[in-house]
């Protein structure tokens, strides 16, 4: 088992949709969750921290459940901007910095 | 704003070479990373610094050494560069909290022929 899953996509939404993607880790001592956005031929940028009792930064709203061992992430109203990869990463627990990132959850969000 | 800079966007060796990239930022970050990006695997960490001197394999270390004599600046080194070498390498830095966020370089595109 991959220790950071995503299915790879494509997501292909119509502007105005809302669409959502799920993350799985498999450490569950995992401590520090992130969603990264990177579009083609980019590097990889924050979109945003997911924290354990879920937050919301304007139309992106991330969740993490630990018990299921996975962290979401919810877009509503998208956007023809949005279209990118978005990469679920998990921080290493073995005490050491270390970031697994996920391959990438590809979104098209068509007009 | 932080930023990170690598060397070249885009590079081409032979085979045997040695191969330089280079990492420079500007934030007085204490964490520096290398990774290597490649379709349907993902990005994977080759090695990482927590300090100046200071290094750590990461998944993917063979074939690689790293470089890190001044806090700005982390260095990648290809020994002996080989075809499966080819790849997006991306370097990275944080301030040091697990919970930082990582910036990135914009990448260099190694071809090795």
């Known amino acids: 088992r991959k220790e950071v899953e995503q299915d790879p996509g494509p997501f292909n939404v119509p502007e105005g949709a809302t669409v959502a993607f799920n993350c799985t880790y498999s450490?569950?001592?995992?401590?520090?969750f992130f969603w990264y956005r990177q579009d083609c031929r980019k590097e990889p940028k924050l979109l945003m921290s997911?924290?354990?009792s879920g937050n919301e930064d304007g139309r992106f709203t991330a969740q993490l459940n630990r018990a299921s061992q996975y962290i979401s992430l919810l877009i509503r109203d998208s956007k023809l901007s949005d279209s990118a990869t978005y990469l679920c990463?998990?921080?290493?627990?073995?005490?050491?910095?270390?970031?697994?990132f996920g391959t990438g959850t590809r979104l098209k969000v068509l007009a | 704003d932080v930023k990170v800079t690598q060397s070249s966007r885009y590079l081409v060796k032979r085979t045997g070479e040695k191969v330089f990239l280079e990492c420079v930022q500007d934030?007085?970050?204490?964490?520096m990373f290398w990774y290597r990006q490649d379709p349907g695997l993902g990005l994977r960490l080759i090695y990482f610094?927590?300090?100046?001197?200071?290094?750590e394999k990461g998944d993917i270390p063979e074939g690689y050494s790293v470089s890190r004599e001044k806090k700005e600046r982390f260095s990648l080194i290809l020994e002996s560069a080989s075809t499966n070498q080819t790849s997006m390498y991306l370097c990275?830095?944080?301030?040091?909290?697990?919970?930082?966020?990582?910036?990135f370089g914009p990448g260099t595109r190694l071809t090795v022929l």
């Open positions: 990463v998990v921080n290493d627990a073995s005490g050491t910095y270390k970031y697994i």
């Open positions: 450490n569950s001592a995992s401590q520090s």
């Open positions: 997911v924290y354990s």
């Open positions: 934030m007085d970050h204490e964490n």
């Open positions: 610094s927590y300090d100046v001197k200071m290094k």
């Open positions: 990275a830095s944080n301030v040091g909290g697990r919970r930082d966020e990582q910036f």
